[in-house]
């Protein structure tokens, strides 16, 4: 046979979690399949996740809880979440020999703590099922007609198939392959591209004094969004200061909402190191606090509540000298002290890009996707899965959810007619 002459069944573009998922699934129900990977290996953002380690799902919510965590579009996701949620996902790995632990928040891991067995996994799950995997396949394109595609154009050969599911990812981590290479295969087809955006990605900060504070972390800290003058959401988490401005799993989980805001102009990240009291209230702690410490110097007391770092910063702002004695600290100095604990202000300058970013926000228009099959209402032989939809959702395992619950629907889906 010669190479022009290949025809398959299922063609599945993108090695990544959901083309894997994919390609394993349709194979398994008996479909004659071949995997497409751009880069010499498959799973080359999948070693990268959960930093090394590969948070594979999240298991802290049913159905709903899960699909509000992603946001606007969650909605879509009910039917690939209740063919394939994280309780299937968990079974997977583990009937093939990949045994699974759960962390704080409901994070799923392998045990191992090593993302290459669960690429291992994946690895071996194909090849047990006969499909045909095809490394640095550069795909420039589909030949169509009509509302069908007839074949897949590589750089020195044909792909012939009767189904085609696009995988191919988003524009996050664009060294591991991901460029964005199908949203234009995509619009030639027919379809609707909303914007792609970085999203779970660090916030660089205008103002010069956060890398005071580099290398600084805050557990369960709160902080809010503003845009002119209006409170536009709030968020808690684990937050980390770097040399550039603001990271960690809280600002990770806020940047989709930041980059959307920005759209519009300026915005403002407020911390409240001390969110259970009000201003008031914590006015009337230190009133008490320093008439009982009044011999101490400043910087010895609060280095009581807050860490080196965040002390000086505080200091600093308020134009307060780390040596004063409480009891000479006067009632507007003290004021500047509370203001500052209650709203620590940062100005946002941008979100991190695409290389910095964990998933892209944006992608294919779901309206234009059948949420039961994957399947395209533009294309009739076209299906979808993973970070190429306009789907995405925070940190902990709901991306690679997405990944497998989708892979898993468009797989199972390609052999109906």
């Given at each position: 046979m010669n190479k022009s002459d290949k025809k398959?069944?299922?063609?599945?573009?993108?090695?990544?979690?959901?083309?894997?998922?994919?390609?394993?699934?349709?194979?398994?129900?008996?479909?004659?399949?071949?995997?497409?990977?751009?880069?010499?290996?498959?799973?080359?953002?999948?070693?990268l996740t959960g930093n090394g380690h590969c948070n594979i799902t999240q298991i802290n919510h049913d159905a709903r809880g899960f699909v509000e965590k992603l946001g606007r579009n969650g909605k879509f996701f009910f039917s690939a979440f209740s063919a394939f949620g994280p309780k299937e996902v968990v079974e997977f790995f583990e009937q093939k020999n990949l045994p699974t632990k759960v962390e704080k928040n409901g994070r799923v891991f392998p045990v191992t703590d090593d993302a290459i067995d669960v690429l291992s996994t994946l690895t071996k799950y194909l090849k047990d099922n006969g499909v045909e995997i095809i490394t640095d396949a550069e795909v420039s394109g589909f030949e169509f007609a009509g509302n069908k595609i007839s074949d897949m154009k590589l750089k020195d050969q044909?792909?012939?198939?009767?189904?085609?599911?696009?995988?191919?990812?988003?524009?996050?981590?664009?060294?591991?392959?991901?460029?964005?290479?199908?949203?234009?295969?995509?619009?030639?087809?027919?379809?609707?591209?909303?914007?792609?955006?970085?999203?779970?990605?660090?916030?660089?900060?205008?103002?010069?004094?956060v890398s005071d504070l580099q290398g600084l972390s805050l557990e369960v800290a709160s902080i809010s969004l503003w845009q002119n003058e209006k409170k536009q959401a709030s968020f808690q988490g684990d937050?980390?200061?770097?040399?550039?401005?603001?990271?960690?799993?809280?600002?990770?989980?806020?940047?989709?909402?930041?980059?959307?805001?920005?759209?519009?102009g300026s915005v403002t990240i407020e911390l409240e190191l001390f969110p259970e009291f009000t201003i008031s209230e914590l006015d009337k702690k230190l009133v008490l606090a320093f008439e009982e410490n009044n011999r101490k110097d400043i910087k010895n007391?609060?280095?009581?509540?807050?860490?080196?770092?965040?002390?000086?910063?505080?200091?600093?702002?308020?134009?307060?000298?780390?040596?004063?004695?409480?009891?000479?600290?006067?009632?507007?100095?003290?004021?500047?002290?509370?203001?500052?604990?209650?709203?620590?202000?940062?100005?946002?300058?941008?979100?991190?890009?695409?290389?910095?970013?964990?998933?892209?926000?944006?992608?294919?228009?779901?309206?234009?996707?059948d949420p039961k099959t994957m399947q395209s209402k533009i294309i009739e032989n076209l299906y979808f899965a993973g970070e190429i939809l306009d789907l995405d959702g925070p940190t902990g395992g709901y991306n690679l959810q997405i990944c497998w619950s989708t892979g898993y629907l468009a797989g199972s889906n390609t052999l109906k007619q």
């Open positions: 398959f069944d299922v063609a599945v573009i993108g090695g990544g979690p959901a083309g894997m998922m994919a390609a394993g699934r349709a194979a398994e129900l008996g479909a004659k399949v071949v995997l497409l990977e751009k880069n010499s290996a498959l799973g080359k953002k999948l070693l044909i792909i012939k198939a009767g189904k085609f599911i696009l995988c191919t990812g988003g524009k996050a981590y664009p060294a591991t392959g991901s460029t964005g290479d199908g949203y234009a295969w995509v619009k030639e087809l027919g379809h609707t591209i909303v914007t792609p955006m970085p999203a779970l990605a660090p916030v660089r900060i205008k103002e010069d004094w937050l980390l200061f770097t040399h550039f401005g603001l990271s960690g799993p809280l600002i990770i989980n806020a940047s989709k909402e930041i980059n959307l805001l920005l759209q519009n007391y609060f280095r009581e509540i807050l860490s080196r770092k965040m002390l000086d910063l505080i200091l600093k702002l308020a134009e307060i000298d780390p040596d004063k004695k409480l009891n000479f600290l006067t009632k507007k100095e003290r004021q500047k002290i509370v203001a500052l604990l209650k709203s620590l202000k940062f100005t946002v300058s941008e979100v991190m890009g695409f290389d910095q970013a964990m998933v892209t926000s944006g992608g294919v228009a779901l309206k234009e996707i």
